[in-house]
């Protein structure tokens, strides 16, 4: 197997969510549907895959493309995690504690 690394060109498949983060400093996310809520410190997007919660500091947007799902942010990223339910509906004590 060959890697071309002065350009690297992947070919993505439709529907794939696909997520890339550089330094923790840098992410590039595939099939975004939505980005339910958002600030410097947590971002809730909903994927092909489920709801994401990526959490740091001083994140923000770099590029969205809503049409092709395509999501790139940048910022300190600490975690990202994927939720069974909807995070943007949690109680009010669980976002304090949780």
């Known amino acids: ?3 071309q ?7 993505i498949p439709s529907g794939d969510h696909v997520v890339t983060m550089r330094n923790r400093k840098r992410m590039d996310l595939t099939s975004v549907k939505t980005i339910d809520r958002f600030d410097q410190e947590e971002f809730i997007i909903r994927t092909s895959q489920g709801v994401l919660v990526i959490r ?4 923000r ?3 969205l493309d809503v049409d092709k799902g395509l999501l790139t942010l940048e910022g300190t990223i600490s975690t ?9 509906s949690r109680g009010f ?3 304090l504690f949780g």
């Open 61 to 63: 947007i770099v590029h």
């Open 1 to 3: 197997m060959q890697i």
């Open 80 to 88: 990202m995690q994927y939720d069974e339910e909807d995070a943007s």
């Open 93 to 95: 004590l669980h976002k």
């Open 56 to 59: 740091g500091e001083e994140l």
């Open 5 to 11: 690394t002065d350009n690297p060109t992947y070919a």
